[in-house]
């Protein structure tokens, strides 16, 4: 079944009584360190848009989920997606789900390396989201891309070219890439969805930041919106945070 959510552009273009409405919604947030980047972002767009009537509470807890909060807590461990795929669920059965009104997790860059199966990952993602909406049909789960890593550059990587060898964060991305494009064929449009690398993955100007690879074009992250090649600065929390928020209340 698909959801029908509504696409705002910008938060100035969401009326007061959704608002209203997500000031008593109970929402949660599984991740990592780039969750918190996000959720600073989220702060700072809080604080500029007094009309939103959410908070931040840390909180793994069901019993503390508050209306008007976002409830969030670290979630799995970095590098083994699938113990955060897992513990999603298991949390979100266990409790979670028939106490949340909105729930979504994030998988982490590290979580994916040259080596990842793509195919098994998503197919096991997939499989446990549709247990999800099945037994919880009031309950909205919200998708989020995989976040993006630069590549190298540099005077190394001008000899890596030279002597045909890969740049640094290349495979790594080509996974990741392909992983979004699957949540992308499977969820977009049809279920709420942030598309996190494509923010990511934007210039201000709107071109893409990009790369080729065995013929096909792929994504990484504008290295202007990253202190260390992968966790998001100000600037870039902000855009994804905006995105976050317009997404939760088009799902409303």
Same mark, same amino acid.
């Given at each position: 079944?698909?959801?029908?959510?509504? !696409?705002?552009?910008?938060?100035?273009?969401?009326?007061?009584?959704?608002?209203?409405?997500?000031?008593?919604?109970?929402?949660?947030?599984?991740?990592?360190?780039?969750?918190?980047?996000?959720?600073?972002?989220?702060?700072?767009?809080?604080? !500029?848009?007094?009309?939103?009537?959410?908070?931040?509470?840390?909180?793994?807890?069901?019993?503390?989920?508050?209306?008007?909060?976002?409830?969030?807590?670290?979630?799995?461990?970095?590098?083994?997606?699938?113990?955060?795929?897992?513990?999603?669920?298991?949390? @979100?059965?266990?409790?979670?789900?028939? %106490?949340?009104?909105?729930?979504?997790?994030?998988?982490?860059?590290?979580?994916?390396?040259?080596?990842?199966?793509?195919?098994?990952?998503?197919?096991?993602?997939?499989?446990?989201?549709?247990?999800?909406?099945? %037994?919880?049909?009031?309950?909205?789960?919200?998708?989020?891309?995989?976040?993006?890593?630069?590549? !190298?550059?540099?005077?190394?990587?001008?000899?890596?070219?030279?002597?045909? %060898?890969?740049?640094?964060?290349?495979?790594?991305?080509?996974?990741?890439?392909?992983?979004?494009?699957?949540?992308?064929?499977?969820?977009?449009?049809?279920?709420?969805?942030?598309?996190? @690398?494509?923010?990511?993955?934007?210039?201000?100007?709107?071109? %893409?930041?990009?790369?080729?690879?065995?013929?096909?074009?792929?994504?990484?992250?504008?290295?202007?919106?990253?202190?260390?090649?992968?966790?998001?600065?100000?600037?870039?929390?902000?855009?994804?945070?905006?995105?976050?928020?317009?997404?939760?209340?088009?799902?409303?």
């Amino acid at each position: 079944m698909e959801d029908k959510a509504v !696409q705002y552009e910008k938060l100035s273009d969401v009326p007061e009584i959704v608002w209203q409405k997500i000031s008593r919604k109970k929402i949660y947030f599984g991740h990592q360190s780039v969750g918190y980047n996000i959720l600073n972002g989220v702060r700072q767009v809080l604080k !500029q848009n007094p009309q939103i009537p959410l908070t931040i509470e840390e909180t793994y807890d069901p019993d503390n989920f508050k209306a008007g909060t976002i409830a969030q807590s670290q979630l799995g461990y970095n590098g083994d997606p699938k113990s955060k795929l897992d513990m999603f669920a298991y949390f @979100a059965k266990a409790a979670g789900a028939g %106490r949340a009104n909105i729930m979504f997790f994030k998988f982490c860059y590290e979580d994916f390396t040259k080596k990842t199966d793509v195919k098994v990952l998503f197919n096991d993602y997939k499989k446990k989201y549709a247990q999800l909406e099945r %037994r919880y049909p009031e309950t909205t789960f919200i998708h989020l891309t995989v976040p993006l890593t630069t590549i !190298q550059t540099g005077i190394k990587a001008e000899i890596k070219k030279f002597l045909g %060898r890969p740049l640094g964060g290349v495979a790594e991305n080509i996974k990741r890439c392909e992983f979004n494009d699957m949540l992308r064929t499977s969820y977009m449009g049809k279920k709420p969805l942030v598309d996190i @690398a494509a923010i990511e993955s934007t210039f201000p100007d709107g071109q %893409r930041a990009s790369f080729e690879a065995n013929g096909k074009t792929y994504y990484y992250l504008v290295p202007e919106y990253t202190r260390d090649g992968g966790h998001l600065n100000t600037m870039a929390a902000k855009l994804v945070a905006e995105q976050l928020l317009l997404t939760i209340a088009g799902s409303v």
